[in-house]
């Protein structure tokens, strides 16, 4: 018998539903669905709390070969948490925009801080600034649902992080800043090999 229809046959003896069972052990109703119908495993932590909530041991719960597909899986969650919490960090780390001079000024493109800047129309400014502060907000939002177990929010905060990076680096790129440019692209470059690296 498969980890899923033992896990159905445990709960239904002790009369309980998939919320209740999902209390019991502090985690979602939605990972409690996910292992009944065979779609994944429960983390080792979770595995612990099921074999005591039900009184049996982990082997009993687990042959050995779902116990290294458990172990994988685990593995690649992990990897994928950190993937995301690194990308939101990349976000924040775009405030340094604001206060590290890598913007060109007067004549000569001498390096400013964004406040500093004083040759380009306000507008323009207005828009560097924006563009900055969405981008880090996003990713304080990001670092903040990470927390919440609720990965779809947490796909839609990587996304639009992704995106307004996209966005910065061509604004300072046609807008003729190279260093806020090339910074953008770095922080653009890390987080599509970092994504690139959780799909393998």
């Known amino acids: 018998m498969e980890f899923s229809e033992k896990l159905q046959q445990l709960r239904k003896s002790k009369g309980l539903t998939q919320e209740e069972l999902a209390q019991a052990i502090y985690v979602s109703r939605t990972a409690v ?13 979770s595995l612990k709390e099921l074999a005591k909530f039900f009184s049996v041991t982990v082997d009993e719960l687990l042959s ?25 960090v990349l976000d924040v780390f775009m405030a340094l ?20 800047l004083s040759d380009i129309q306000t507008w323009i400014k207005i828009v560097y600034a924006v563009v900055i502060g969405l981008t880090v907000l996003n990713g304080v939002c990001g670092l903040i649902i990470s927390r919440l177990d609720k990965p779809q929010w947490s796909k839609h905060r990587l996304i ?39 799909k393998t």
């Open 33 to 45: 669905s996910k292992w009944e119908s065979g779609r994944g495993y429960p983390n080792l932590d």
């Open 64 to 88: 050995p070969d779902e116990i290294i597909t458990a172990a994988e899986d685990e593995k690649r969650e992990l990897i994928g948490n950190y993937t995301v919490l690194l990308c939101h």
């Open 97 to 116: 925009l604001l206060l590290i001079p890598v913007f060109g000024s007067g004549t000569d493109k001498q390096s400013v801080s964004l406040f500093a």
């Open 160 to 198: 639009t992080g992704f995106a307004l990076s996209v966005i910065a680096c061509l604004l300072f790129i046609i807008t003729r800043q190279p260093y806020a440019g090339v910074f953008c692209f770095a922080i653009l470059f890390i987080k599509g090999w970092l994504l690139l690296r959780r």
